[in-house]
């Protein structure tokens, strides 16, 4: 019978990435919370190497390194210096034939398409916002208000703020036009579900378990227009809405709302082709939940919503990231072969 796997007989290649163009202190964090994941990792048994990508040679950084002696932690965001490059990373490990953790390339290709996700979604009966994309400043035809304008291919928030949300045509038209100068990209509107919040973690391939659900409150917020997740919510400490965006986990939910999300957040995390984890953005109206966003590779940093709802339902970060790690495993050309415990 083949032996379990147990982290110390399953090596991992830390990797992530350091763009030049970061200011000290994004250098600084960022090497802070890699850091953390590679101490959390090696705590639990891994034999665990870091590989900082410092450039946009990725296939440099990567040679004279083994595919089948380890797994690879895929914790680089994009190739230095190149934008949207997610998908990049994934696809040179792929062409190497390394065995790595999260979704492979093409899903995060989708990903990076928000009207083609969101596509997908009303194809497969998931509820999602009515949106549009726009290529001009002139929305014609669209009818829902308070309605929501983002870049087309952007995420974590970026471009996110209280202008975003608009309540008449000349704001949206004016809105747009800002999308498509700042991030030359399509715009894309979407009508503004006004409700409560929920960031869902869930991890798995086959057997798909959600976590606790976190709940993002914004009772504190008035007005509509503040009743979002801008991008100063996840990275301006002192702004306003990073400050006064409380987060309750486990959120507060009937039995009977859980068994619904569940089983919306996990036909949304199979829509997106998400792979060992990932998260789903969702938001609650008149008794349906919409699917904002599916996030295949969420953020895993100590402190993010994923490794949070982990730790509630008793795993430590160490334990998080090992279990992404033994998810992988069971792709390994060697490691695969055998049995992959998974507690």
Not at 102 to 107: I, L, M
Request: proline share 7%; with cysteine.
């Amino acid at each position: 019978m083949p032996l379990d796997i147990v982290p110390s007989d399953l090596p991992v290649l830390l990797l992530s990435g350091m763009d030049a163009s970061w200011t000290d202190q994004e250098k600084e964090e960022v090497a802070f919370v890699t850091r953390q994941l590679e101490e959390a990792i090696a705590a639990v048994g891994h034999p665990t190497e870091p590989l900082m990508l410092p450039d946009g040679n990725l296939a440099a950084c990567l040679q004279g390194y083994d595919p089948t002696a380890c797994i690879v932690f895929n914790w680089c965001e994009n190739i230095p210096g190149k934008p949207r490059s997610e998908f990049l990373v994934a696809k040179e490990l792929e062409q190497r034939s390394f065995a790595f953790t999260g979704a492979g390339s093409q899903a995060l290709v989708l990903a990076g398409d928000k009207s083609r996700v969101k596509r997908i979604l009303r194809q497969r009966g998931i509820p999602t916002p009515e949106w549009r994309l726009f290529r001009r400043p002139e929305p014609k035809g669209w009818t829902w208000f308070p309605a929501i304008v983002k870049a087309a291919y952007e995420h974590c928030s970026e471009g996110l703020t209280r202008e975003s949300v608009v309540m008449t045509a000349g704001e949206m038209a004016r809105r747009i036009e800002y999308v498509l100068d700042t991030y030359r990209q399509p715009a894309m509107v979407e009508d503004f579900i006004d409700g409560r919040e929920f960031h869902v973690s869930l991890w798995g391939n086959g057997h798909i378990e959600m976590l606790p659900p976190a709940e993002m409150d914004f009772s504190l917020f008035k007005e509509a227009q503040d009743r979002l997740c801008t991008y100063e919510s996840k990275f301006v400490p002192g702004s306003k809405h990073y400050e006064c965006i409380e987060t309750l986990l486990p959120a507060p939910l009937t039995d009977v709302d859980l068994l619904e999300l569940e089983k919306v957040c996990r036909a949304a995390y199979q829509a997106g082709e998400c792979r060992d984890y990932g998260r789903i953005d969702v938001r609650l109206r008149d008794g349906l939940f919409y699917v904002l966003d599916v996030n295949p590779n969420a953020d895993i940093s100590a402190d993010a919503s994923l490794a949070c709802a982990a730790e509630l339902a008793g795993y430590s970060y160490g334990e998080t990231g090992s279990r992404i790690a033994r998810l992988a495993a069971k792709r390994h050309p060697r490691l695969g072969k055998a049995k992959t415990h998974l507690p």
